[in-house]
């Protein structure tokens, strides 16, 4: 794995851990590129992406409430902008997660900050879903930091306030902010 980005980080305890990128690559993430992602576009076999999150959909077309047509014009491609122009609920944001199978690759992402950040959210995506469970659609303070975070669903999508997205470690701060007691 190519990224040697090192990210020094809070874990639920307050201690400082430090890992590298590469590392979360190897043991808990697969990444796919674009042009694979592309290439699973049939009703046998349709993946798409959302938030940079890859989905394998196939399961779930027949169930999709909003219909298997629209699923398939999705598939293969970033749903992102339609899933969300159609205002999905908290439960249908819930249920991404059921269909995750990975991470779209970093050099296929649109914005550099975003990627920056997605970096951080998914090397703790499984600790993350966790953490977030009880905070769904919710707007929290950090004590710590006094950053805002707007947690949309259960960790397939986390989104920042603009000022925070610049902010390298704010996200992992903020949540052992608010699982711990303030410190
Ligand atoms: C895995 C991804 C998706 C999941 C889990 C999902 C889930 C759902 C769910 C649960 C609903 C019922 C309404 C709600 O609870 O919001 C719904 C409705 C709908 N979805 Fe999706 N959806 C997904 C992707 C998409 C995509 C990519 C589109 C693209 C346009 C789409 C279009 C719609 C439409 C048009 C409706 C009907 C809305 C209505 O009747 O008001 N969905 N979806």
New binding site residues.
Partial sequence: MSEEIKDNMTNTNGADVTHTAAETADSDVTYYTLEEVKTHNKRTDAW?I?HDKV?N?TS?LAE????ED??M??AGTD?TV??E?????????A??I??YIGELKMDDREDGTKVKYSRRIHYNFRRWLQLVDNMVNTCHSCSCCGYHVSILHAGAQVSLSPDAVSSHSFCLEALTCLTNPPH
């Fill in positions: 798409l959302i989905y959909i779930f999709h409430p909003g219909g629209v699923l014009a999705q749903a339609s899933f122009d159609v205002g999905h609920s908290k439960d249908a944001r249920m991404l059921n269909y």
